[in-house]
């Protein structure tokens, strides 16, 4: 047997042997017999590729929706440009105006005038219209959005940041909009006992139930936010491990009246030495991107 650690590559899972093959007994996945280290590196690198593609292309969503949104707040069709050229064209008289030329330019004016008005009553029809169906396809696509998606408890959380005018569907939040609402931060910590407490990150890491969140780190951009939970971890045999809990696409919208919203699925991120060592690869991880410390008292 080749595959002689019998830890399950996709979630370090212990691995039982059944009618020639091995399955995971904590995410189900099946392996032949012959499996050995060159396949368990493949299938890790595989696992991190498609982690990676389905972040890229859920970041490429949400930024094509922002545009969108922008672009139909800011966009205006201009109604005032026919009447003006008209009133250039019209309101300066000749030098030396003839009699003749008078009355074909009143002839005109009797003809386009009625034109020109009925004109921009009908392209203010038409603006309305259009307003309608982009406060329309605005709310629906926030409806896409926020609603719906999941089954899990959604906490709503009063935003306190005012949105400037250049960055009004900024989805970015601030980690002092998460420390300081008691109900998300409880729903947090049940959901992150979930992965310290499972056998299998006890069994792999030889840590126990007595687990104390220390440190917290959320990573913003305008269109989304990942947040960290440092938590320190008292082991069997005595010494303290720092496990990493992520939740990744916190999401925030003045349109939806400036609230917060998480659906607490928790990632095992990885084991550090430290706080300071969990810090500095978070950093390294995500250039570019603003990082603000939960207040953890």
């Known amino acids: 047997m080749k595959f002689g650690n019998k830890v399950c590559p996709n979630c370090n899972g212990k691995l039982d042997l059944n009618n ?10 099946s392996f032949a017999a012959d499996f050995d280290s060159k396949d368990v590196e493949r299938i890790r690198k595989e696992t991190e590729a498609e982690r990676n593609a389905a972040r890229a292309l859920r970041e490429s969503e949400l930024n094509r929706t922002r545009e969108d949104l922008k672009y139909n707040r800011y966009t205006r069709p201009s109604t005032t440009a026919q009447p003006t050229q008209y009133n250039q064209q ?24 009625p034109i020109v008005i009925g004109g921009y ?37 009063e935003a306190t940041t005012e949105t400037s005018e250049e960055t009004l569907y900024d989805f970015s939040i601030d980690a002092s909009q998460i420390s300081s609402n008691e109900e998300i931060m409880n ?62 696409s916190l999401l925030a919208d003045d349109a939806t009246g400036g ?20 810090r500095t690869k978070l950093i390294e991880k995500y250039p570019g991107y603003n990082m603000s410390k939960l207040d953890i008292s």
């Open 20 to 29: 020639g093959m091995f399955e995971c007994s904590f995410c189900g996945c």
């Open 90 to 113: 019209y309101s300066q008289p000749t030098t030396q105006p003839t009699t003749q030329n008078t009355g074909r330019r009143r002839s005109k004016a009797r003809i386009i005038v």
């Open 121 to 157: 009553v009908l392209l203010q029809i038409i603006v309305m219209i259009i307003r309608g169906a982009v406060s329309n396809r605005k709310q629906q696509t926030i409806n896409d959005i926020f609603g719906g998606k999941t089954t899990t408890t959604t906490t709503i959380i």
């Open 187 to 248: 729903n947090l910590a049940e959901a992150s006992s979930k992965i310290l407490d499972s056998d299998r990150v006890q069994e792999k890491y030889g840590t126990t139930s007595d687990n104390e969140l220390v440190a917290g780190y959320l990573f913003s951009t305008y269109y989304t936010n990942d947040l960290y939970l440092v938590y320190e971890s008292k082991c069997t045999d005595d010494s303290t491990k720092y496990i990493c809990i992520y939740y990744s």
């Open 259 to 278: 609230s917060v919203y998480c659906d607490y699925t928790a990632h095992l991120d990885n084991v550090y030495d430290s706080v300071d060592d969990a």
